[in-house]
Every structure is written in structure tokens, then in C-alpha cells.
């Protein structure tokens, strides 16, 4: 049996630490039942960016009007638009891999990883041992429980993403942040769009005030049921049919296609983990400590399977220090420990409009009994803002009306997942005193991220 200083069971973030590990002595094998690179490169946030920029030109052109243009879209070429993005992701997972294998120290094992005990790993019927083991296995799409789901073609977002074919119509079952994306992109490419969603509201994680703007705007576009059941789904002619209770009202959705977006589940449940000694909580994620360690000596996990954020970037974050701990009692790297620091962590969701956020939304500052000051300035009264004839977006501070503190900052409009990072870098240099930073920073004018600066003035203190 091979016996290996580390072995990586998933090739998303969890290369990062393989390949630090590997440049630093140790002797790796990753395993991988996929392609390489994991869910952000082949079936998440590369992929989808790609194709929404294609929906954000296109709505461009439908909204030149706006601007004093006149134009039309034309003929959507959809397998043009999804090719682009896959044949990119493709070639990149096949350069990831070729690279690890030629790499010093790495080994691959193409298969699904199952523990036999803590420190033995079974993969394609062969065993390993690792003397150190890290599990970054990711998440997939979460199916709901609805009748007849089983016996019907529908898609999830990976298969969505390299549909050839647009369909003329879609009911998209969920409102967060996997259907606002693809609903976007869809429905700027010209497909009748139906969102079906059980909250009041959606993207209902976000602010208050984001969520319901979002929701306004995105109900005077296309077909929006709030507070709505989805009991049944089944075939219905060429097409399919969705039975819901509206408000208790029996309603039928007939379309197409249908795309189902209610969320992830952690790739947990592949792994046999009681054989490990590794405890999950009651949603499927691994329960780790402040140092990422597992219950088992030895083990550690990262990323989507551990669910204390659900990025990319905190993967990115979190492998990071996995690699100290995997490295820490090598004397001449990482020496000392050091637990995540998370803070401050920002998200976006890249849909239209755009929305991002860092902290605290006002709703949880409240369920935190935090006493707080609120400033809000909108895009349409800055120079930039006005010359993109933006008249919804906003930029919206939380602050902690003693300390000064920025506990939240949240934004709706164009550019917010790029505005947002001018928030984090000031709440990263100091924390008490990032909205001064921001009041008093010089900002170019008429520079869309005035909007920012302005807000962080509304704040009454």
C-alpha cells in the first residue's frame, strides 16, 4: 500500500494546498472523480460570468433606447455563447491536470475517494494511506422533494450552462442566487422566463431593501410567484408542467424546460465518513474547528463541503490556512497557528441588476440587538450614474452608531460586485475607522464609485 504525506480529495481549492504541500517536500496525491479545477471552473462562476456577459450585452442593446440609441437584437446564437465559455473551462481542466501529473511530488488518482478508516483512502478498488488527509470534495445541486421530479427531464445549472439550444420558455424553481443569475441570462437571451419561488421575496438572504428592490424591478419583466409551492412537476404535450399552490391557490405553469435552483448539498455523503471518525451536522457539512481541523487526527476540510460561506473565494481563503496547518510543524514554514479570519467577507450575484454585499444585512443587525445608523445614496444622483440613466441602484451602510464601525454595506446596480471591493479593502486596513477612511479618501469624478462615497456621507454621525 502507498503511503503518501498528504492526500487531497478534491481538485477545486483543495489544489492550492496539494500544490503548496508538493513545493514544500511533501510527497501528495489528489484525488478527483471529475475534471480538474473543480466547481468554479467547470460547471460554476468561470463558466456562468462568461455567458452572463452575453446576456449583459444583449440587454444593453435592448436598452439602448435609454441612451438615445436605437438597436435591436438579433439572432440569438445560444450554442455560440455556452461554447465559448466551455471550450475555455475544458481546456483549462485539461491543463490543470496535465500539469499536475507532470509536477514533482503530485500524484493523481482519477476516481471517487472512499475512507476505509482515517488514514486509508480507497479510490478505483486500489488503497492509500495518507499521513495527513484534506477534504475539499465541493457541493452539487440540491434536488427538492417534488412528485414526479424523478420521471421528467429537468435541468440544474450545470446542465443549463451548455444548453446549444435556447428554449422558448423556462420556470425556474427557486429565487436565489443560482436563479437570478441564470434567470438573467435567459431571459436576456430571449427565452420566456418564469420564476417560481417559495419566500416573499427574492434573493431573500440579501438586505431588506436590496431584496425587494430586486424583486420590484424583476416582477415588471417576467412571470415572478412568491410564497409559492412547487407539489407536483410532469410532462405536459412537448413541453412540461408545474402544479404549485399560489397564496393555497392551485396554479399550473407549463413551459419547455425546467431549471431547478433550490440550493447545494455537500459531497459528503459519497465519502463514508463514519468510517473516518469524521462528524457532519445535521445539513451534510463537515463540522470543523477555527483551524479547519475535522474530528478525526489528522483530517481537515475546506470549502463548499464545510458551508461557513459558499464561495469560491473563501474556498481560496480557507485553503490558504490549510496549508499553514498541513505545513505547521515544519519549522521553516508556517511556524505558529492561526485560526480563519474571515472578515470581512463579501459576495455578489451577478444578475440585473447586480447586486453585492459585505456584513451584516439590516435585518440580522437587528436580531443582533446592534444599535445602528443607516446611509443610502442612489446611483442616479452621482454624474456616472445619471450618464447610465441608472434609476434604481443604490449603495446602503450599515454602522454601528457608537463605534463607527461599518457592520454592513450593500449595493444594487451596475458594477456593484466591483464597487463593494473599495468597502472591504477600508474595512480590512481598520476596522473602526473604515467609513472615515472612505469619507476621506479623494474619489475621481464623475467616477461611478462616488456612489460609494457619498452613501458612507449619508451616514448621520
Known sequence: MEIFDLIVIGAGSGLDVAAGAADAGLNVAIIEDGPLGGTCLNRGCIPSKMIIHSADVAEAINNAEKVGLSAKLGNVMLKNVTSRANSLVDEDARTIEQGVKATQNQTLFKGRAVFVDAQTIEVNGEQIKGKKIVIATGSRPALPPIRGLEKVPFLTSTEALRLTILPKSLVIIGGGYIGA?????????????????????????EDGDVAETFTRLWTKKMKVYLKTEVTAVARFGKGLRVQCLVNGVKKMVTAEKILIA????????????????????????????????????????????????????????????????????????????????????????????????????????????????????????????????????????????????????????????????????????????????????VHVHPALSEVVQRAAWRVPL
Request: charged share 25%; proline share 3%.
Open 181 to 205: 443569475e441564470l434567470g438573467h441570462f435567459f431571459s436576456a437571451m430571449g427565452t420566456e422566463v418564469t420564476i417560481v419561488q417559495r419566500n416573499k421575496l427574492l434573493i431573500p438572504h
Open 262 to 441: 433550490t440550493g447545494i448539498r455537500p459531497n459528503t455523503d459519497l465519502l463514508g465518513l463514519e468510517k473516518a471518525g469524521v462528524k457532519i451536522n445535521e445539513k451534510g457539512f463537515i463540522i470543523v474547528d477555527r483551524y479547519l481541523h475535522t474530528s478525526a487526527k489528522n483530517v481537515w476540510a475546506l470549502g463548499d463541503v464545510v458551508g461557513h460561506y459558499l464561495f469560491k473565494h473563501s474556498a481560496n481563503l480557507e485553503a490558504e490556512y490549510g496549508l499553514q496547518e498541513v505545513l505547521r510543524k515544519r519549522k521553516t514554514v508556517f511556524p505558529g497557528r492561526k485560526a480563519v479570519d474571515y472578515y470581512p467577507m463579501p459576495h455578489a450575484i451577478f444578475s440585473s441588476p447586480q447586486v453585492a454585499g459585505v456584513g451584516l444585512t439590516e435585518e440580522k443587525a437587528k436580531e443582533r440587538g446592534k444599535k445602528y445608523v443607516v446611509g443610502v445614496y442612489e446611483y442616479k444622483n452621482t454624474g456616472m450614474g445619471a450618464a447610465l440613466a441608472e434609476e434604481d441602484g443604490f449603495v446602503k451602510f450599515i454602522v454601528d452608531k457608537k463605534t463607527k464601525e461599518i457592520l454592513g454595506c450593500h449595493i444594487l446596480g451596475p458594477d456593484a460586485a466591483t464597487l463593494i471591493h473599495e468597502v472591504c479593502v477600508a474595512m480590512k486596513a481598520n476596522r473602526k475607522k473604515a467609513l472615515e477612511i472612505i469619507r476621506s479618501t
